[in-house]
């Protein structure tokens, strides 16, 4: 009987197969392109947020980067101030920062809408939610080049509130110029036809010129200069924490540069390879010209080119060719040094080399971009080039000086000079970052100069005492 009634059923079952089969609607043209349509949809989501979290992994870098250029007494400070600029960067972006740069305009300059993140509705289009994902980490960027030009002289208060006014107002305004479009915005800038990618200048430049503000009304570290003009060894305490800080930007940066397409396509591939042959030719010459200035191939130098590079592609990775890509990074390689040397001689103290690496480096790209465009350059394209790189430094340094002098004046910038020998740690968090390690005097080693890992730029000089 129990044979019997298993029979039946799986006659049933075959016997209902062509029914179902033909109740199913035939696949047609327009059927085919939705599910197409849908699948890239999906695969453009996944591409920006994978993309965001490797341009977020980026606040890692530069964290040890920074920590590995200055002392050691310094670290917890400097990785309070990398955990809270994208912290309190996210919130600012959030709050008022998206709205200023991807909002609505009727002038161009900056826009109206889409505050609070209030674009979103439970019933509506997410992909406002992958693009703020992918444009808050940009943002933090740009705050986080501020902190190494600032490091180890800065009250952790004065810092908090100007990572506020970086996220929302100074970033977002300029990037409202140039990337405005990419939302609901429409940037002046942008319509004169100004290329920047991925922020040589939108970032990097903004990044750049308000860490020249900031360490400007700051002043040097004690010690850095003396009263003849000579510069003093200021130590980095851990040049394998900064080596491994650039690799981990290295990286980021193929999310960076190749996720500002938002698109999972074929796009992509070039940007991937002239984002590294830049970085790459930068390396080698910076590591070539700090060899013929100093006598040693010199390792911060070196790290800094690659950063340089990296730099200097954003603008134009997605409009130029592999072999121009080179010849960009390779003209980066070269400026990065002399840039480090000129602050130096100038005196303006700059632990990281922020100013060079991401201002400097940032506005070569960005003209590079309109140089060695693969469609055809132009005096006109030039110009417009040029117009972005002056719109920016116009106004993104006058605005930071203006923050800077206005933070100084009211809670104040900088510590105490009991509190900066003492360390920040210390004096800022109550802490230690190696408390199983004592200070240590090496009187007979070579020293450097207190620039970025210039560790034979001036083998004549003092050597350094503090940890």
């Known amino acids: 009987m129990k044979l019997k009634v298993f029979i039946l059923l799986i006659l049933v079952a075959l016997l209902s197969v062509p029914a179902t089969m033909a109740s199913d609607p035939e696949p047609t043209v327009l059927t085919n392109k939705e599910a197409i349509d849908l699948v890239q949809t999906h ?51 959030w709050a008022i920062g998206f709205g200023l740069m991807f909002g609505a305009t009727s002038t161009g300059w900056f826009g109206t809408t889409g505050f609070f993140l209030s674009d979103f509705t439970p019933d509506g289009d997410p992909w406002v939610l992958a693009f703020w994902m992918f444009q808050v980490v940009f943002a933090a960027t740009a705050a986080t080049i501020v902190s190494g030009a600032m490091a180890e002289r800065t009250k952790f208060t004065g810092y908090l509130l100007y990572s506020i006014f970086v996220s929302g107002l100074i970033y977002p305004v300029f990037g409202s110029w140039a ?3 990419l939302f609901n915005g429409s940037g002046w800038l942008e319509g004169f036809g100004f290329i920047d990618f991925a922020g040589s200048t939108v970032v990097h430049s903004v990044g750049g010129w308000t860490a020249l503000a900031g360490a400007i009304v700051l002043g ?7 009263k003849d003009g000579k510069i003093k060894p200021i130590l980095g305490h851990n040049m394998p924490m900064a080596a491994l800080g650039v690799f981990i930007l290295w990286l980021g940066w193929f999310g960076f540069n190749p996720g500002s397409t938002t698109t999972a396509d074929t796009s992509i591939a070039m940007i991937f390879v002239n984002t590294n042959l830049s970085a790459a030719a930068a390396a080698i010459l910076a590591m070539i010209v700090s060899w013929v200035k100093f006598g040693k191939p010199e390792v911060g130098m070196s790290l800094n080119g690659a950063l340089a590079g ?21 003209a980066a390689g070269v400026i990065v040094v002399f840039s480090v040397m000129f602050f130096d001689k100038i005196k303006v103290d700059d632990p990281a080399g922020a100013i060079s690496v991401h201002g400097v480096c ?13 469609g055809g350059t132009s005096a006109g394209l030039i110009g417009v080039q040029l117009l972005g790189i002056a719109a920016c430094f116009l106004w993104t340094f006058p605005t930071a000086f203006v923050m800077f002098k206005l933070i100084d004046k009211t809670i104040g910038l900088r510590v105490s000079p009991e509190e ?12 230690i970052a190696y408390p199983d390690f004592g200070v240590s005097t090496h009187g007979s080693i070579s020293t450097t100069s207190g620039m970025p890992g210039a560790s034979s730029y001036a083998t004549a000089t003092q050597p350094a005492t503090q940890p």
């Open 310 to 330: 990296l730099v200097a592609i954003t603008a134009g990775c997605a409009n130029v060719t592999p072999s121009s890509a080179i010849i960009i990074g390779t």
């Open 179 to 181: 990337w405005g479009s």
């Open 420 to 431: 900066e020998l003492e360390g920040l740690d210390s004096a800022e968090h109550g802490g």
């Open 43 to 93: 695969a453009n989501y996944l591409w920006t947020l994978v993309a965001a979290a490797l341009v977020f992994f980026m606040q890692a870098g530069f964290a040890l980067v920074e920590a590995g250029f200055t002392r050691a007494k310094n670290s917890i400070n400097i990785m309070m101030k990398n955990l809270m600029d994208f912290s309190i960067g996210s919130i600012a972006f």
């Open 220 to 226: 040097p570290r004690l010690g850095k200069y003396t």
């Open 362 to 374: 940032g506005a070569w790209g960005t003209l590079a971009a309109g140089i060695f465009n693969i």
